[in-house]
């Protein structure tokens, strides 16, 4: 049987390129994800990222007769690597985006071994997305996980599970690649349901080296679905003479994927309209390099927190852990392979061409993917290079359809869905069917948490206004807007700090106010949704008085009253936006209701009614000074492995706990206990809020962080670091 040994820890990292030989001293003791270095989070320079960097790792091999061959298998890196095992050169491998695995078998010795990676995290222009410009920086290291996997000579390569007619008399096929014929073994496939039992058992003599296992008769079956996204799990095994010899479990999910001609988008026989947002994989301060539990949180954010039933992982594979948790929790994904508006020589072509081979075989299983991404982001049309890249994905998965992201009408379409990013700020008829709007807004409209009332609640309409005309039109499937979060990027991009503030969440994934639209579309019986797209702060606005405000929920009608004075009910705004399920409410008469009140201004209050029945309430004072420092971490626990990391959010409130407005200060953190700041330290806090991360050490325990600024009461937050 197989062996697959986590290999992230005890490495040693020098952010250099040194000699094979060099010694130990020179380097540094790292826990995988690593980035080549820590940034700020913005004002970051491409430049500080793209060097060359030396990981090294020792290990003792105690050789067994039934493993005799032993992979690494790297997650990602950044951007390319060259690995060697007790100096031999064993594979230089280009592209940082997709998995790759390397035979040690060859120079792997009994007893201690070293192994040296040496990584190319400059923007290589033989490497995709480069050789030209691209909005959005790659960062360096070796970023995602790694492991040793030791195997029988004869093993399992790859498996790829197709549930066949879902909706009618569901039946599985699962094929299987050895590494080399066997025609003396047998193939066994179990089913397992969610629950962990076995269902239906199938098995097929002498794979030559591919075999294709079938069940015909299958009980009935839940489906995945977004609200109940039922997992399975298929575990093939490979027997002699009836001994289990190797085994490899994959998790798939029953259900159907359809983009119907001027219909639109059905998942499992019924029609949904996409609503989404493209994610980039970069985070503040560690680039690329997140670790498991970040990642699994930006699924729970997109689908939880904003409401998006879809994610475009733009514009490259994106870790397993993410896809993982879209899988767990419902969030179908259109996953792309890498590259931005540039297409490069045959050489280049041969590099994007085996990513995207690498993301379809280590993908294809995961039942939230509706769509592989086929097209270079935005490049022109080039139908040879892209009737080999349709070719290839149709090859891999006959079960998805492909879509290729353009930024223009009628180009050749080579695809299956015509994956179009518009910016015409509204919604531009389509001219190919099925039409997908993959990108809108964005450089559009880039804003910030701390610009001024007008321009956050301008970029939230427009998100709205683009979501309601892609709603009211049959012939379009859905569309993805740009972006769920700011993203650090090159010279050419950018609000000069580096930063692409087209998120409708910051870097940091806190809220703008573009985030509340989309939170509020979701139905109040999943959560109840009352966010005020306002300061309360009038004088904010020009001429020192707004007579509106605007409001996003998902109640039936809003409240507003300003201290004793009713301001009226209010409706959402049907006219304006037909077709969201829940349009923004605008509550207006403010000034009437302040001079009532001899424009004294008291604090306002804003219920939710649903049925006639309060269901939500907001209030908010008319002292709008911070008056309160809040520190809060994200997880209770974390994993003492060293590279375990948590969200720590600042925030400066008013006293009754809503964001002060502009609050800038600066807040300073402690740390007791085994676990270090990743950010910076003292933060300056803006606009309210902001974030660092706490990365637990080896050792488990209890941490307690302390946030400190003038004129507050302190702030703590305690997180337990547990044994692994
Ligand atoms: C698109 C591009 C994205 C991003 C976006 C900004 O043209 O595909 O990667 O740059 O613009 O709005």
Request: aromatic share 10%; with cysteine; charged share 20%.
């Amino acid at each position: 049987m197989r062996t697959v040994y986590p290999f992230n820890a005890d490495w040693l990292y020098v952010a250099d390129h040194v000699d094979l030989t060099a010694p130990d001293d020179l380097f540094e003791k790292i826990t995988l994800p690593h980035t080549n270095r820590l940034f700020t989070h913005r004002n970051v320079d491409n430049l500080d990222y793209q060097f060359i960097s030396t990981y090294r790792k020792h290990f003792d091999w105690t050789p067994d007769p039934s493993q005799p061959q032993l992979f690494l298998d790297f997650d990602g890196v950044m951007l390319a690597a060259t690995v060697y095992l007790n100096g031999v050169l064993l594979v230089e491998h280009l592209g940082g985006f997709a998995p790759f695995s390397v035979d040690l078998t060859p120079a792997l010795a009994a007893g201690p071994n070293t192994l040296t990676v040496v990584v190319d995290s400059r923007e290589r222009p033989d490497v995709p997305p480069f050789g030209h410009r691209v909005d959005y920086l790659t960062f360096g290291g070796i970023y995602r996980d790694v492991y040793l996997r030791a195997v029988p000579a004869c093993h399992i390569d790859n498996v790829f599970v197709r549930p066949q007619e879902v909706l009618s008399q569901p039946r599985l096929e699962v094929a299987v690649r050895l590494s080399q014929p066997a025609p003396e073994l047998t193939l066994r496939a179990s089913l397992i349901d969610p629950a962990g039992a076995v269902i239906a058992t199938t098995e097929t003599p002498a794979p030559q080296p591919d075999a294709l296992l079938r069940f015909d008769h299958l009980p009935p079956v839940a489906l995945w679905t977004l609200d109940q996204p039922a997992l399975y799990t298929v575990e093939v095994t490979l027997l002699a003479a009836g001994q289990p010899t190797d085994a490899v479990s994959s998790r798939f999910g029953f259900r159907t994927a359809e983009f119907r001609p001027d219909d639109g988008f059905y998942l499992n026989g019924q029609r949904l309209k996409l609503f989404g947002l493209n994610r980039h994989q970069i985070y503040p301060y560690i680039g690329v390099a997140a670790p498991a539990r970040l990642q699994r949180q930006d699924a729970e954010i997109l689908k939880f927190e904003l409401g998006c039933n879809i994610v475009r992982t733009s514009h490259y594979p994106q870790s397993p852990h993410f896809l993982n948790r879209c899988d767990e929790i419902g969030l179908l994904v259109f996953e792309e392979f890498a590259g931005w508006q540039h297409i490069g020589d045959a050489a280049w072509q041969q590099v994007a061409l085996a990513e995207l081979r690498a993301m379809i075989e280590r993908d294809r299983n995961h039942p939230c993917i509706i769509l592989w991404g086929v097209r270079i982001n935005e490049s022109a049309d080039d139908d040879a290079f892209y009737s080999r890249t349709n070719a290839l994905a149709h090859a891999l998965d006959d079960t998805r359809p492909t879509g290729g992201v353009r930024d223009f009408l009628s180009s050749s379409l080579l695809e299956d869905v015509y994956t179009f990013n518009d910016f015409s700020n509204s919604v531009a008829e389509p001219t190919r069917q099925p039409h997908l709007i993959t990108e809108f807004a964005g450089h559009m409209y880039p804003t910030k948490s701390w610009d001024g009332e007008e321009r956050m609640v301008d970029h939230a309409l427009l998100h709205a206004h683009v979501h309601d005309r892609q709603m009211g039109n049959r012939r379009v499937a859905g569309a993805i807007g740009w972006a769920a979060f700011d993203y650090n990027t090159h010279i050419e991009f950018g609000s000069g700090d580096r930063i692409c503030h087209h998120g409708v969440m910051d870097i940091f994934r806190l809220p703008k106010w573009a985030a509340y639209f989309y939170e509020s579309q979701q139905s109040p019986a999943r959560r109840v949704v009352l966010r005020l797209a306002a300061h309360w702060a009038l004088g904010d606005s020009a001429g020192g008085a707004a007579d509106s405000m605007l409001v996003f929920s998902n109640c039936d009608e809003v409240e507003a009253t300003v201290g004793e004075q009713v301001v009226g009910r209010f409706q959402p705004n049907r006219a304006d936006y037909p077709s969201l399920p829940h349009p923004p409410i605008t509550i207006r008469g403010l000034n009437t209701a302040l001079a009532h009140n001899q424009y004294k201004l008291g604090d306002l209050r804003l219920v939710g009614y649903l049925d006639g029945q309060p269901a939500a309430r907001l209030e908010f004072p008319a002292d709008r000074l911070p008056r309160r420092l809040l520190l809060t971490a994200d997880a209770d626990t974390l994993a003492a492995d060293g590279a375990d990391m948590t969200r720590l959010v600042i925030q400066l409130v008013d006293q009754l706990g809503n964001p002060a407005p502009f609050a800038i200060k600066i807040v300073t953190l402690e740390v007791e206990g085994e676990a270090e700041l990743i950010g910076e330290n003292p933060f300056p806090v803006v606009a309210s809020n902001g974030a660092l991360y706490l990365k637990a050490r080896h050792q488990p325990g209890l941490v307690r962080v302390t946030a400190k600024t003038d004129g507050l009461p302190a702030a703590t937050a305690t997180v337990e670091l547990l044994a692994l």
